[in-house]
C-alpha cells in the first residue's frame, strides 16, 4: 500500500471533512475558517449536539464567523485561538494556472493586476484549497480542483492532497496559535 492509498487519520482527514463540508454548499463561496475543537470537550459544553457529532472523532470542525472582506493574510493575522482550540483549517477558492503560465506572470507586481491576469487566463483551473494545522504543528492541505463536464454530463473534480501544497498559508494558520508578544 502506497502513502497516498493508507487511509485518512489526523489532520487529513480532517482537511478532508472540511472540503467536502464546503463542497456541499457548492462553488463561487467566501473564504470560510473553522476551529477544530476537541469533540468531547465541545459535546460536555454542548450536549444537545450528541446526536449529530462523532463521538468517537477527536476533533471537531467548527466553521467560525465570516472572515472580513480583503486581505486574508491580514484577517489571520487578528486571530489568536483560545486554548480549548487544538487547530483550525480554512477553505477559500483559489486559480491555479499550469507553471508556464506563472512563468508568463511572473513580472507582474501589482497584486490586483495579477489576480485579474490569472482570472482572465485561457489555462487557468479554478479550485478549492484547504489547509488545516494542529496547534502542534501537524498540518496537512486539500486541494479539489474544478473539474470540466465528462462524458456522463456531470462535472468531474479532481482531488489532490499534499502537505506541501500552501506552505504560506499553512504558515499563516500556525501563526494564528503563536503566543502573543508581550
Do not use: Y
Request: net charge negative.
Amino acid at each position: 500500500m502506497t502513502e497516498s492509498e493508507k487511509p485518512a487519520t489526523g489532520v487529513g482527514a480532517l482537511a478532508r471533512e472540511v472540503e467536502e463540508f464546503v463542497a456541499a454548499g457548492g462553488w463561487e463561496q467566501p473564504p470560510q475558517l473553522f476551529a477544530l475543537v476537541p469533540t468531547q470537550a465541545l459535546l460536555a459544553q454542548q450536549p444537545d449536539l450528541a446526536g449529530q457529532l462523532d463521538a468517537d472523532a477527536e476533533l471537531t470542525p467548527v466553521a467560525q464567523e465570516a472572515l472580513p472582506e480583503g486581505d486574508l493574510a491580514d484577517a489571520l493575522g487578528q486571530i489568536a485561538w483560545p486554548e480549548l482550540v487544538a487547530g483550525c483549517a480554512l477553505a477559500q477558492e483559489i486559480i491555479v494556472l499550469p507553471p508556464d503560465a506563472e512563468e508568463e506572470l511572473a513580472g507582474e507586481s501589482d497584486a490586483d493586476r495579477l489576480r485579474q491576469a490569472a482570472a482572465d487566463h485561457p489555462r487557468r483551473t479554478e479550485a478549492r484549497l484547504v489547509a488545516a494545522v494542529l496547534r502542534g504543528g501537524e498540518a496537512s492541505c486539500v486541494m479539489r480542483l474544478r473539474g470540466l463536464k465528462g462524458a456522463d454530463g456531470e462535472p468531474v473534480d479532481e482531488i489532490i492532497e499534499n502537505a506541501e501544497l500552501a506552505p504560506n498559508l499553512v504558515a499563516a494558520l500556525q501563526a494564528t496559535f503563536a503566543p502573543e508578544a508581550g
